[in-house]
DNA sequence: TCACTTGTAAATGGATACATTTTTTCGTTA
DNA sequence: TAACGAAAAAATGTATCCATTTACAAGTGA
């Protein structure tokens, strides 16, 4: 279980992205130094460096004496982050890969059989982000894990919005159960170029997918 | 030219990542809050916020109540870094190569020509820096441009160690001349496939030379 | 009616003072 | 002598208060 931080910014930099993850703050909500410290019983100092917290997490944006935003992506810039995803998650899970073991594969597997069941959309995209984090679960952490763990922060907005889109459609997530197998099995044969191969695939298939919907995505 | 910021805690992030990226501070040296603000006139609030901004930049690392120090690499995370650029760099490098024009390659070739010739240690490695950066000048900004632009900063210091270790000893450099030639013919020829394979090839060769040098490195 | 100005409110930036935590020092003891 | 522990010193974390900047709105003029 994660422990809660003795030091104030810490803990309200956790509560904020939990937020901001959760979907209860959107993408362009303004944050008010004032009202988050009067919500968390401390000063503002604390605040302050609660959002310069998330600012390195990409997930707040600030102006210097206008203030702080939640983060929000145009369009092109979404696509912009899966397209580097698409070039080094492969990398990742190339590294990944020796050091996952068969128990790691049935998890793998437990959790793709969850997700070709499931109904509701958060679960979906919550399955789906344990699964893939799960193949890259052999790495010790490092920049690589940092930079793809922000990527995954910064656009689980407009997954969580593509999702409830497209929800009842069918359109798209047939292929995404395909792939998810396709690429544990090549994981399961202990096959990375295969798998590096099948993993930008989806990571590619994906971006298409979203950038069929811009309604999802602000409008500047 | 680049204007001063109003802003207290911006000026001294500025000073510092100067300080920090010139040499003058070295990785895993202390940065003691009191000091800085004694050193800049000022309390120690917008030091704290200095310091966040430039752990968003990567250059500092914080641990609560503890400290602030300057960043430093293992040779395993330095490597770690080139290996990413080694993947996205040669994207951005794409994604600019429609942009540029004549003058750029001119001013490309003028560069390389300074670097053939230059003497000093801390001038080549500017303008190996300069050289790259303007062939991905045809790319507005974006997060693929901030990641690398970290990535760089992050590791200017070793490449720095480096240069002055194999300084005279010839070995290693005529490569990065004769790298340097291929990539900007690639680029003037409009050849995408054949200037990203020329890059990676490059962002690799250099990394593999790094890591016969481990002396460069913290050893921890 | 529209553009511009100005004043006021509100929000952010920063200084000082204090609280808390960590580190260091120094004395004690086995 | 080495190890343990307590007290002092130093550094970081936070609250409060004030300064400065920005945003909004009302008012004035053409």
Known sequence: MTQESA?????IADRLRAQILGGELAPGE???QEELADEFGASRIPVREALRILVTDGLVTMVSNQGA????????????????????EPLLLRQSMPALTADTFAQLDELLTQMESVAEVGEFIALDRRFHELTYSGCPTGTLADIITQLWNTTQHYRRVYSELVRGTGSGLDMTHLEHRLLLD???????????????????????????????FATT
């Open 30 to 32: 303004r944050i008010r």
């Open 7 to 11: 030091v104030a910014s810490h803990r």
């Open 186 to 216: 090549a994981i399961r044969r202990n096959d990375p170029d295969d798998a590096e191969r099948i993993l930008a695939g989806h990571i590619r298939r994906t971006r298409l997918e979203l950038e069929k919907h811009p309604e999802v």
């Open 69 to 88: 935003w939640v983060s929000s992506l145009t369009m092109e810039e979404c696509a912009e982050q899966y397209s580097i995803r698409e070039r080094i």
